[in-house]
């Protein structure tokens, strides 16, 4: 146990270390193939190279270390998560688990297994850069398109001029698909949610990856003076939208697991005597099930019509994403469960409402994901935090999940 509890401040360490890596001074911010991510890369490869790993940087920048199985073993499994943060990130979302798959490499002592292990630190999952997430996992598994590559950033460098600038080969990107002997993919991440530390719970089993559906929704009145316009002959846009906030919140609390969230309003004019002309607000709608999701969009955009016509507004949206669920395999899963109990864990199955690779790499190969407690809660902010217990906890269920693997795959 005193070796695993020092894996585990060593995971820790190593995560608070690579945090420094940043475009922020202060903060951790860490784009898409920027300056920082070089330091990241010198860091992680070293520590790969010094558990008898073979390390290469692909044509998109996802640092992979691959240790070899027992002879004959041709088979591979993916432990991997993202190297990229949001803007002021905290310490360990995304590389918490790039940093645990090395450990468990350590682990091994050099040790063969019935497989090969290669650990993939992606290099964007987070669209800060470009607005387009996972660029390293779609690569990954080959859907990476070209109006991707031709999309630009705020400076107006395109994706693929970025990865010409960090020196690679954009012609090169087919190589970085993974190759045909992948068994699946393992994703250790923080929870990003109070869930867990709510039931007194040091792990999590991720049953599913919530869909998302993404909408802009514009509300537009008359703008008018505010002194001078009575209460009953208003067409306040702001005053819709509000009525409609609250029948967002409505529909969320009264659906299981849903969660739908106006995350930004931006009011035109925007002055204190001014009744407002127009408001823009975001809609964030998720759900482990594609239809109870659909169900409640379909809800709310006849609410926020039959709103705008009983105060004289209109109404229009723009959907930004369409995001389905994505089920964890049923394997892989059972595997992950047994691993937790055997580690002597309570299992808790659950849904992620956040996105993860794990979701694109799922389309190309059996993935499961397992979930660490997130103290108070909080991530995407620097007071995001872990235990070293929990580290200890996840280093030892995954330690026996690649055993679990192993019989299964005998």
């Known amino acids: 146990m005193k070796q695993v509890d020092s894996r585990a401040r060593a995971v820790i360490e190593r995560c608070q270390l690579l945090a420094h890596c940043t475009m922020e001074p202060g903060f951790t911010t860490r784009t898409f193939l920027s300056d920082p991510m ?39 499994l993916l432990i991997g998560s993202h190297l990229d943060t949001v803007r002021r990130a905290g310490v360990y979302d995304g590389i918490l688990g790039v940093v645990l798959g090395v450990a468990l490499v350590e682990a091994l002592n050099g040790r063969r297994l019935g497989f090969q292990i290669e650990v993939v630190g992606f290099s964007e999952e987070e669209g800060l850069r470009f607005g387009i997430p996972f660029i390293g996992s779609r690569a990954l598994i080959g859907q990476l398109d070209e109006a991707t590559l031709n999309t630009t950033d705020a400076n107006g460098i395109r994706v693929v001029d970025a990865i010409r600038g960090f020196g690679l080969d954009p012609s090169r990107i087919s190589d970085a698909q993974v190759s045909a002997d992948a068994m699946g993919y393992l994703e250790i991440h923080i929870e990003q949610g109070p869930v867990l ?15 998302q559906s993404r909408f802009r929704f514009t509300f537009r009145g008359q703008t008018n003076h505010a002194g001078t316009t009575p209460m009953h002959l208003r067409r306040d846009a702001l005053a819709g939208a509000a009525e409609w906030v609250r029948e967002v919140e409505r ?40 239809s109870v999701r659909k169900s409640a969009v379909q809800y709310l955009q006849q609410s926020a019509q039959t709103i705008a016509d009983a105060r004289q507004l209109s109404v229009s949206c723009e959907q930004h994403l369409d995001q389905p669920a994505v ?18 864990h309570r299992v808790h199955r659950m849904t992620s409402g956040a996105g993860h690779d794990a979701m694109i790499v799922a389309r190309r190969m059996p993935a499961a994901m397992l979930f660490l407690r997130s103290p108070a809660g ?12 929990d580290v200890a906890a996840a280093l030892v269920a995954a330690s026996y999940f690649l055993e679990e693997i192993e019989c299964q795959h005998a």
């Not at 127009?278 to 809609?283: E, F, H, N, Q, S």
């Not at 089920?327 to 002597?344: C, K, N, W, Y």
Request: hydrophobic share 45%.
């Open 251 to 290: 529909r969320a609390q009264s659906t299981d697991a849903l969660v739908a969230t106006v995350g930004s309003l931006e009011v035109e004019p925007g002055a204190s005597n001014i009744v407002p002309g127009m408001v823009r607000a975001t809609l964030d709608v998720r759900h482990a099930d594609d």
């Open 197 to 211: 530390e709510n039931l007194g719970l040091q792990l999590g089993v991720v049953e599913a990856i919530a869909g």
């Open 38 to 76: 070089k330091e990241v890369h010198r860091l992680l490869s070293s520590w790969m190279q010094d558990a008898g790993m073979g390390v290469s940087l692909d044509a998109v920048g996802n640092l992979r270390g691959c240790y070899a199985g027992a002879a004959g073993s041709g088979r591979r």
């Open 327 to 344: 089920a964890m395999d049923s394997l892989f899963t059972q595997a992950l469960e047994s691993a937790v109990i055997r580690a002597g």
């Open 378 to 389: 909080i991530s995407h902010d620097a007071a995001e935090n872990v235990f070293e217990e």
